[in-house]
């Protein structure tokens, strides 16, 4: 096996950092963004939609953005990436000061192509590191997320009442996250930008360097689609839950700073369970350990069914997080191997397009639902959500059964 040399160490670290840093002002975004709303805007079932948006952006932006990155290199993209967070927080923080609804769901929309790059770390993590490394390199890098847990809901405690109105000053650090998100890319080495070409008679040595397949063929393995279903479920059922729960703690007559609270352990949930997903899934398997995600998003809406009270919040959300993190975490590392080096950017950007086009659509739904017809259905509709995962893996292992030879368990 080989090992991680000190270069590569630090490259990964450093993208550790930019997770941390970048997922700190995406957490912000979702941690304040229901409640700024409200504070101007009458209808409050459309408090999500600015959130909504930069999930719609995601979906829009994440194909031009990884093919972006193949051609110019992951580094530059990132960073063009860090330039639209800059952008798009500034006019998020200026349609709060106007009062402009609107301008805040155009921020939301700019905010997606920032998103759409931070959620590619993990594919370039895999870039940094040995195949030998592949699931513990995603999973170190999704392990920056443990600070952003503390960073992001800090950050908004701190700023939300420093400036009328309120969660002003949290828009102005969302810019400076993105600012130093921007300089810390400077200082990471990403693998050169190799052209790709077809090598007669290849074999086994030449694998790398086979043609690059048409999207309807990566897209019909049956790996790539459990895979792809998986993280769908696994990012919707988070974004339905999460976006809607500073809404419903607020609706229980508890204080702003309780909704802080619960996405803080939330966020904790998500990301501290990657210091060992990554070595869950070598000794155990992908899809046992995506089973073992399913089954805690399902815990955690028996969580969020059984109370309304702080603990019931608390609860539910920090499952949520731990059964995103097994879920999603095994389902990239089971989409890496669906498909060739010459292949990566438009396999990535249609995952991703499925991921959070999934996304968009709970997130508005999470706001509706909420305020037309409450926590407990919102739950309820979860449940039909993480069915279609438990339909997916169990998919996935009888194709395995049948077929062993074409990918690991």
Same mark, same amino acid.
């Given at each position: 096996?080989?090992?991680?040399?000190?270069?590569?160490?630090?490259?990964?670290?450093?993208?550790?950092?930019?997770?941390?840093?970048?997922?700190?002002?995406?957490?912000?975004?979702?941690?304040?963004?229901?409640?700024?709303?409200?504070?101007?805007?009458?209808?409050?079932?459309?408090?999500?939609?600015?959130?909504?948006?930069?999930? +719609?952006?995601?979906?829009?932006?994440?194909?031009?953005?990884?093919?972006?990155?193949? !051609?110019?290199?992951?580094?530059?993209?990132?960073?063009?990436?860090?330039?639209?967070?800059?952008?798009?927080?500034?006019?998020?923080?200026?349609?709060?000061?106007?009062?402009?609804?609107?301008?805040?769901?155009?921020?939301?929309?700019? +905010?997606?192509?920032?998103?759409?790059?931070?959620?590619?770390?993990?594919?370039?993590?895999?870039?940094?590191?040995?195949?030998?490394?592949?699931?513990?390199?995603?999973?170190?890098?999704?392990?920056?997320?443990?600070?952003?847990?503390?960073?992001?809901?800090?950050?908004?405690?701190?700023?939300?009442?420093?400036?009328?109105?309120?969660?002003?000053?949290?828009?102005?650090?969302?810019?400076?996250?993105?600012?130093?998100?921007?300089?810390?890319?400077?200082?990471?080495?990403?693998?050169?930008?190799?052209?790709?070409?077809?090598?007669?008679?290849?074999?086994?040595?030449?694998?790398?360097?086979?043609?690059?397949?048409?999207? !309807?063929?990566?897209?019909?393995?049956?790996?790539?689609?459990?895979?792809?279903?998986?993280?769908?479920?696994?990012?919707?059922?988070?974004?339905?839950?999460?976006?809607?729960?500073?809404?419903?703690?607020?609706?229980?007559?508890?204080?702003?700073?309780?909704?802080?609270?619960?996405?803080?352990?939330?966020?904790?949930?998500?990301?501290?369970?990657?210091?060992?997903?990554?070595?869950?899934?070598?000794?155990?398997?992908?899809?046992?350990?995506?089973?073992?995600?399913?089954?805690?998003?399902?815990?955690?809406?028996?969580?969020?069914?059984?109370?309304?009270?702080?603990?019931?919040?608390?609860?539910?959300?920090?499952?949520?997080?731990?059964?995103?993190?097994?879920?999603?975490?095994?389902?990239?590392? +089971?989409?890496?191997?669906?498909?060739?080096?010459?292949?990566?950017?438009?396999?990535?950007?249609?995952?991703?397009?499925?991921?959070?086009?999934?996304?968009?659509?709970?997130?508005?739904?999470?706001?509706?639902?909420?305020? !037309?017809?409450?926590?407990?259905?919102?739950?309820?509709?979860?449940?039909?959500?993480?069915?279609?995962?438990?339909?997916?893996?169990?998919?996935? !292992?009888?194709?395995?059964?049948?077929?062993?030879?074409?990918?690991?368990?």
């Amino acid at each position: 096996m080989v090992s991680l040399d000190g270069r590569m160490r630090r490259n990964i670290f450093l993208l550790a950092c930019c997770q941390a840093i970048g997922q700190a002002g995406n957490t912000m975004m979702f941690s304040a963004t229901a409640l700024a709303v409200v504070t101007f805007y009458p209808h409050r079932d459309f408090a999500t939609l600015p959130v909504t948006l930069q999930h +719609l952006g995601v979906m829009l932006w994440v194909f031009p953005a990884s093919l972006l990155m193949q !051609r110019m290199g992951r580094r530059f993209g990132f960073r063009v990436g860090s330039v639209f967070g800059m952008i798009g927080a500034s006019i998020v923080g200026y349609g709060l000061y106007s009062a402009s609804f609107m301008a805040m769901c155009l921020g939301g929309l700019m +905010l997606g192509y920032a998103v759409a790059c931070l959620q590619m770390y993990r594919f370039a993590a895999v870039e940094l590191a040995p195949p030998s490394h592949r699931a513990k390199a995603i999973s170190w890098v999704t392990a920056g997320g443990v600070a952003a847990a503390v960073l992001g809901p800090s950050l908004v405690r701190w700023t939300h009442d420093q400036l009328v109105p309120l969660y002003l000053a949290t828009y102005i650090g969302m810019v400076c996250v993105h600012i130093t998100v921007f300089t810390l890319m400077s200082f990471i080495r990403f693998p050169p930008q190799a052209e790709v070409k077809a090598v007669p008679g290849g074999g086994a040595q030449a694998e790398n360097l086979l043609p690059a397949r048409p999207l !309807r063929v990566i897209a019909s393995q049956p790996r790539f689609i459990a895979a792809a279903l998986s993280g769908m479920v696994a990012f919707g059922t988070m974004s339905f839950v999460m976006s809607a729960s500073p809404l419903a703690i607020v609706a229980c007559g508890m204080p702003h700073t309780e909704a802080h609270w619960v996405i803080f352990l939330h966020v904790l949930g998500m990301f501290v369970p990657s210091f060992f997903t990554g070595n869950l899934i070598t000794r155990f398997g992908t899809s046992m350990v995506m089973l073992w995600g399913i089954g805690l998003l399902l815990l955690g809406v028996v969580a969020g069914l059984t109370g309304m009270t702080e603990w019931n919040f608390r609860i539910a959300l920090t499952l949520n997080g731990v059964g995103w993190n097994f879920l999603f975490v095994g389902a990239t590392a +089971l989409v890496t191997t669906c498909y060739r080096p010459s292949e990566r950017g438009k396999a990535q950007a249609l995952n991703d397009f499925l991921v959070f086009g999934t996304t968009a659509s709970t997130s508005f739904l999470a706001g509706f639902l909420q305020e !037309r017809l409450g926590w407990y259905p919102l739950n309820l509709f979860a449940i039909l959500l993480v069915a279609v995962a438990v339909l997916a893996v169990g998919w996935l !292992r009888w194709q395995l059964e049948r077929q062993p030879q074409q990918a690991p368990g």
